[in-house]
């Protein structure tokens, strides 16, 4: 009898957990975008359009969302802070017939072309304007299908490009920068490269890209140059330039390092120069430690000698 009371038991269990289980189902999630970025120097009161590719690469249709929020540069490595609380500009808009806010059906595979176009006013300021355009896709949770379980939540993607507009009536926008730091340490060893730090300053309005190099002289006259990355500097911001490594051909003795590029190719020059050593302190560390050890193995040694030879006294026995 408690036989069948324990069969009944698990039967009701797995009726139970029958009902309440449901399929779970991997899905992918994926989309691309193209351009990734967008620069363009436009006239106040002129218009441009510009073709951007969304691609659907997962393995179902997808819902997206297209925003475009405001942002300004933070910190120094080239980081953004986007104003997700504000309103889209009235001066960008879809030539294609999508709306911002306003989700769109893409197809598994589908690369869909929208046309985004820009007017600027005729009464904007000179300066630059800076936006994200984002694309969002929020799922609901698969299985979810009456109210109650629409309040789960399944994956979410967003994928954006930005877009930094430069306004200016005749193309040539003043360009505003200064080298706020320039250093490597004072001695390198010799088998170490060399740490430059370079942060540059933009405090105009309109960004800017470094163009030049970093000049190594040695003490035999011996030059090499460093190629700065074109980076863009943007308005009212500083950034420290990702430089690559550096190894001089002789590393040893006094060595100046130049630092010299234009705003643009064509803009204002600077430069500043800096000295530093290279010396193998390392490798001589290690012979000085090397030699202290001998030195002292040496007198142990010369010690234990004297202390064998030294003739030992008769001892005196009294009776």
Known sequence: MNIKKIYIGIATLALLFGCSMRPIYGQTLSLSLWPPLLEVMMQPGRTVTQVYKLTNNSDHGLKITPQIFPFEPSGTTGQIKIKFLSSPPNFVSFDSGEKFNQPFSISVGEIKEMVLKISLPGDNSEKDYYYTLLFSSAEEALGSKDIQDKSQTGSVTQIGTNILITASKIGKPVLLGKITEFSAPMIIDSFSPVP?????????????????????????????????????????????????????????GPYKALLEFTLNEDGPKLFTEITFWYLPYKAGAVILILLLLVTVIKKVKKGQKKIKNKLIPPIDIKA
């Open 196 to 252: 430059f730090n370079v942060t540059l300053e933009n405090w105009g309005k309109t960004l800017w890209k470094p163009f030049g190099r970093i000049v190594i002289t040695g003490i035999f006259k011996q030059r090499q140059d460093l190629k700065i990355l074109e980076q863009n500097i943007l308005a009212n911001s500083s950034r420290q330039l990702a430089l690559s490594l550096f190894r001089p051909k002789i590393p040893f």
